[in-house]
């Protein structure tokens, strides 16, 4: 296969810059008669940092579902840095960029916090398939090491999964994320469960990742989602309610009642 030109390059990355990051265009999701998101468009620009907020059956997880491939949508596109995903399973756009966390823990328990991190970095790389053994010299090995630092768990680099915090195993979880450099993020819940020190902790990780890397959160603590977002999507009922900036929606009476009437997830 004969290696890009110069001006094919330039073009795809001149295409890419004026793509959003992701875009959706009327995305339905059914389930047989029941619609649990119906006629979602959004946009979101390349580096943004977007909050979905919404009460119980607001359609937030099911949104997310469809974003990454867990589910296909009904009906409606997904486009991904200018490219069409909607059919797409979920490992195709996990190669093009597109990372996300779960509110379940899904960590290896029995290994160390750079062992995990390590082979979520060989798991999205070209040597996923290696079976040998990380060289002191690895660059995987200097990427995991990388994300330690960003994360903020240097102290806990060679400890067992199973002897961390809980806010611990969820900067893990960010950190894995993390592997092999994504364009985008989806962040689910992230902060469900920590203490006020850990939410603390998150808002400074998130905050402080890189300025390219853009990320949408679902997060219940309305706090933590309006410290690190630019700018809002309130659902309800599996569709958009309002949008807007976070002290735009933070002081709209409409979404205080919706908001702070619901329940867990959607």
Do not use: W
Request: aromatic letters at 6%; hydrophobic letters at 40%.
């Amino acid at each position: 296969m004969n290696a890009p030109t110069t001006s094919a390059i330039a073009e795809r990355m001149s295409a890419t810059g004026t793509a959003n990051a992701l875009e959706l265009r009327n995305v339905s999701k059914f389930f047989g008669a029941l619609a649990a998101m119906e006629d979602i468009s959004l946009s979101v620009r390349p580096g943004e940092r977007r909050a979905v907020l919404g009460s119980n059956g607001a359609g937030k997880t099911t949104l997310f579902n469809c974003v990454t491939g867990d589910f296909l949508p009904t009906s409606g596109t997904i486009r991904f840095f200018g490219e069409d995903v909607s059919a797409f399973p979920a490992h195709e756009r996990i190669r093009r960029g597109l990372r996300r966390t779960y509110q379940i823990s899904l960590l290896f328990s029995g290994l160390t916090v750079i062992d995990n991190i390590y082979l979520a970095c060989v798991g999205v790389s070209r040597e996923r398939f290696s079976f040998l053994r990380a060289r002191r010299d690895d660059a995987l090995m200097a990427s995991a090491e990388d994300l330690i630092r960003l994360v903020h768990l240097e102290d806990a680099t060679h400890t067992p999964v199973a002897e961390l915090s809980y806010g611990q195993q969820r900067q893990l979880e960010i950190a894995m994320a993390l592997s092999g450099a994504p364009r985008f993020i989806l962040f689910d819940e992230p902060a469900a469960g920590l203490s006020p020190t850990e939410r603390r902790e998150l808002i400074d990780i998130l905050t402080g990742l890189p300025g390219h890397m853009g990320f949408i959160i679902i997060e219940h603590d309305m706090d933590v989602a309006l410290r690190v977002a630019e700018s809002v999507t309130m659902m309800h009922n599996g569709r958009i309610f309002k949008e807007g900036k976070p002290a735009e929606i933070e002081d709209d009476p409409e979404v205080q009642a919706l908001y702070l009437g619901g329940g867990d997830d959607g």
